[in-house]
């Protein structure tokens, strides 16, 4: 009964954080079957959405890190290829190192923030919903996390 009841609102919000329905299919399951196995913590059987719906954020984040973890993965996987000015492949190479290098140093909310933005091209709403807070707050996140990146690749004066 739970599931049939919040299932669509979960399975939308989910797809507006991943930006992908399929994806949104299997967290929205994954985070009731969470719900199902902790049911017994809930004191209150009217606060089950805003519950589930804590629940279903926090796979949508483990997700949105696990897929920035293999993104990170792959870019250190980069090689020159035979195509193209080797010095302009291999200066791009090292200039992509060095910001994965420089994004694991950010603190994780600064990291996950700008790979929201940017990696996965969240829309400021998509990023306020996802970290359940208002959207000038978001908004001052990424300009902080932006800044803090600028200043650790020496693009900008402490």
Known sequence: MLVKRHAGRAIASASLLLGNH??????SQDAFVRAW?????LQEAARFRAWYS???????LSRLRRCRRETVAYADR???????DPSV?????????????????????QRDILLMSHLHQMSYKQMAELL?????????????????LRRALGKEAP
């Open 37 to 41: 196995r902790g049911i017994r913590r």
């Open 54 to 60: 804590a629940i279903l954020r926090n796979v949508c």
């Open 89 to 109: 492949l291999v200066e791009r190479d090292e200039q992509g190192r060095r910001l994965w290098a420089e994004m694991r140093r950010l603190p994780v909310p």
């Open 132 to 148: 359940d807070v208002p959207i000038g707050t978001v908004m001052s996140r990424l300009h902080n996390a932006r800044k803090a």
């Open 22 to 27: 399929h994806d949104a299919l299997d967290a």
């Open 78 to 84: 980069l090689t020159v290829s035979d195509d193209g």
